[in-house]
């Protein structure tokens, strides 16, 4: 048994899931004794990831609640009756999860925990406040989550992606380290490219087109892509398409693209309900079209890749919509509106085609990309949760 207990928690998105496990393996590999413990949600439809990972030792679930806002809805959501039903009942999940939180950290007995994000966050850091147990909490995107800011007050330290005084939290607790990303993501050289392409199977003169709406997918840019996916195979008849769905989808595009496509189409393009490697999968691909999530954002700015984002306008406070801002303000990345994708799917085809044909763009957008990246960002945040327990 080892004398250290560290509890991760975190989780209903990929955004947390993959930074708690380049952690979680970073914590391993400074301190291989540690007793690593996450604690997920029940019912999170990603929660066996963390369950499969050789640096996790142990895996608890507590119930959890989420309070639903939607950006640019505003006061008419709290009229809406099934909304307010669901609030309430996840009010209810909530308190059950706390005590289930408490009861779970007696037992552990850990010396720090790490709170990601995601509402899971809030019986657990409940609970370690109750106990007096130290936290610290993460925050990737210029607006924190509301799960953070309900636990904020007790939380020992503030990590965040941006700079400190873009954020509301006191200054003494807060500390710019930026986003973990798991060490398989690194800068890509034409040479780690075309490896990445042997281990995937994918012919090293071929263009090859990433797609991936997060851990859960995206309903929305799945049905663009799968509008447009036709067109691009016969204007680049040597084009393949990885297209990461999400887990719910993956039947219903697996469908959608028998029908849409010719047997000769289906053999280059490949559908993942989740896909686990997806550092393989961007590294080897001439143009990435993504959301605008901050952890997918980080590691592609790392490989220093050329990205079509298209930002989800639903999310609380529009932090998608803010992150898209100001890469194209930079010019680190091709911008596309959701409302602009639905209403002419051949948009993003076009801004596609144009990457697959302008090699100097593509270079251009990822080298920009790329001066966004913070390659020491998990071994600072690891670092910082181990000084903790000192």
């Not at 250290?4 to 496990?21: A, D, E, R, W």
């Not at 369950?51 to 640019?72: L, N, P």
């Amino acid at each position: 048994m080892s004398n250290k207990t560290i509890v991760l928690t975190g989780g209903g998105s990929g955004g947390h899931i993959t930074p708690i496990l380049a952690v979680a393996s970073e914590l391993k590999r400074l301190e291989p004794d540690t007793n690593i413990v996450y604690i997920g949600s029940t019912g999170d439809g990603l929660g066996d990831i963390p369950a499969d990972h050789a640096a996790i030792d142990s895996v608890y679930t507590v119930r959890a609640g989420k309070f639903r806002r939607y950006h640019g809805e505003g006061w008419k959501q709290l009229l809406d009756v099934p909304t307010l039903f669901k609030n309430l009942r996840d009010a209810v999940y909530v308190l059950i999860g706390f005590w289930q939180s408490r009861a779970l950290l007696k037992r552990l007995q850990p010396q720090i925990i790490f709170v990601k994000g995601g509402f899971v966050g809030v019986p657990v850091g409940l609970a370690a406040a109750s106990r007096h147990i130290p936290f610290i909490t993460h925050d990737s995107d210029a607006i924190p989550g509301l799960a953070n800011r309900m636990i904020s007050r007790w939380a020992r330290l503030h990590a965040v992606a941006l700079p400190k005084n873009v954020y509301a939290y006191p200054e003494a607790k807060t500390i710019t380290t930026g986003i973990p990303l798991q060490s398989s993501f690194k800068p890509v050289t034409e040479a780690l490219k075309a490896e990445y392409r042997q281990e995937i199977d994918i012919p090293l003169t071929s263009p090859l087109l990433f797609v991936i709406g997060g851990g859960l997918g995206s309903q929305r840019v799945n049905g663009a892509v799968a509008e447009i996916v036709p067109h691009l195979l016969r204007e680049f008849p040597d084009l393949y398409v990885v297209h990461g769905v999400g887990r719910a989808n993956a039947v219903e595009m697996n469908g959608l693209y028998d029908a849409k496509l010719t047997s000769q189409q289906q053999g280059r393009v490949r559908v993942f309900g989740y896909v686990n490697d997806v550092f393989r999968y961007s590294g080897a691909a001439d143009v990435i079209v993504t959301r605008a999530g901050a952890t997918n954002l980080a590691e592609f700015a790392l490989q220093g890749k050329a990205c079509v984002v298209v930002p989800s306008p639903f999310l609380t406070g529009g932090h998608q919509l803010k992150n898209a801002h100001y890469l194209e303000e930079i010019n680190a990345a091709v911008i596309i509106d959701e409302e602009e994708l639905l209403a002419d799917p051949n948009r993003l085809a076009h801004q596609v085609s144009e990457l697959l044909k302008d090699s100097a763009k593509r270079t251009a957008l990822g080298s920009q990309l790329a001066t966004l990246a913070k390659p020491h960002a998990t071994q600072a945040i690891a670092k910082l949760i181990l000084e903790q327990t000192t």
